[in-house]
């Protein structure tokens, strides 16, 4: 049987996450929107709804996962003694293929709530009640790039819904993708005013940032003592990771606990840290083509390169 102090390692690998630069200046600006919504300031000075968009990997989603759970509410008992759960900030991501009831009934979902077979207008009644009655003071919507299929008339109304959500339910507005959902910030003027954007950065080389980074995942899953010995500057795995992943913080975590699962680190009957030392570049490789495919780095490339090209295409 498993002994705590294995259990443990396992279980630092499985809820790693680590704060960098980029994710703290992503969650001040979401506390910034949310602290103008509270004292009633929205103007172009102090917007409370924002974009964030990012490439592929780059870490979005975890970084506003993260956010939620780190702002998960509070219950307390009303007059009749019902208790009422408070969810400041929900997350939730657009259906495939999108209804607009799927929509609603996914802003339901977000809050713990059953989805309902009723009319969209029910649902969505239901739905801004409810972020009412929870006191949500945001609404983060992940996976925008899934409306890019859809038809320009049919993205412009979606559009025209998402901004209704902010008015009626009275919800700071998080809108999340890749670079490439610049394309619905800008369908209008208006959405240019009323979601500024921002860029998830990811790390564009191996520097001391990301070696910092490195060796921050090795303090947080406290293995033995040398055993596995990122930090060390000598070392050569940041350069390696940083090769395999092109710095795209989105990609390494699920990379890493895949190269663990390997070595055997993830199994049931793990008791021996020594197998750590089998961690090198083979098994990093491996990792990489199990998360990202068997055409890992032709995939990575074109990741890199053609949101490069957005990025430049959203510039001009």
């Not at 307390?76 to 969810?87: A, G, L, R, S």
């Amino acid at each position: 049987m498993i002994n705590k102090e294995h259990k443990d390692f396992q279980n630092r690998i499985s809820n790693l996450f680590i704060e960098h630069d980029e994710v703290t200046r992503i969650w001040k600006r979401l506390n910034k929107n949310r602290q103008n919504k509270r004292a009633g300031a929205e103007s172009d000075d102090s917007p409370i709804h924002i974009f964030i968009e990012g490439k592929s990997g780059a870490g979005k989603s975890m970084t506003l996962k993260k956010y939620v759970k780190m702002n998960k509410g509070w219950t307390v008992v009303d007059e009749d003694f019902t208790e009422i759960d408070i969810k400041p900030v929900i997350y939730m991501t657009l259906p495939i293929p999108f209804t607009y009831k799927g929509f609603y009934n996914n802003i339901l979902k977000a809050m713990n709530l059953p989805p309902r077979n009723a009319d969209v207008d029910r649902i969505k009644t239901q739905a801004f009640e409810m972020m009412k009655a929870l006191k949500v003071e945001m609404l983060i919507i992940d996976e925008l790039d899934y409306l890019l299929a859809s038809t320009y008339v049919q993205r412009k109304a979606v559009m025209e819904n998402i901004k209704d959500i902010a008015n009626s339910a009275d919800v700071c507005l998080v809108c999340v993708g890749t670079l490439a959902i610049e394309e619905l910030r800008t369908l209008n003027t208006q959405h240019i005013r009323r979601y500024p954007k921002t860029v998830l950065r990811h790390f564009e080389k191996c520097d001391d940032s990301f070696k910092q980074f490195i060796k921050n995942i090795e303090f947080q899953l406290s293995p033995p003592l040398g055993l596995l010995d990122w930090s060390n500057d000598e070392s050569i795995f940041p350069e390696l990771l940083y090769d395999i992943t092109g710095g795209l913080v989105g990609w390494i975590k699920p990379i890493l606990r895949e190269a663990f699962d390997i070595i055997g680190v993830m199994e049931e009957d793990f008791n021996d840290f020594n197998i750590l030392g089998k961690l090198d570049g083979n098994v990093i490789a491996e990792a990489q083509k199990n998360i990202i495919g068997e055409f890992a780095d032709n995939d990575m490339a074109k990741i890199l390169a053609d949101e490069l090209v957005s990025e430049e295409e959203s510039s001009a």
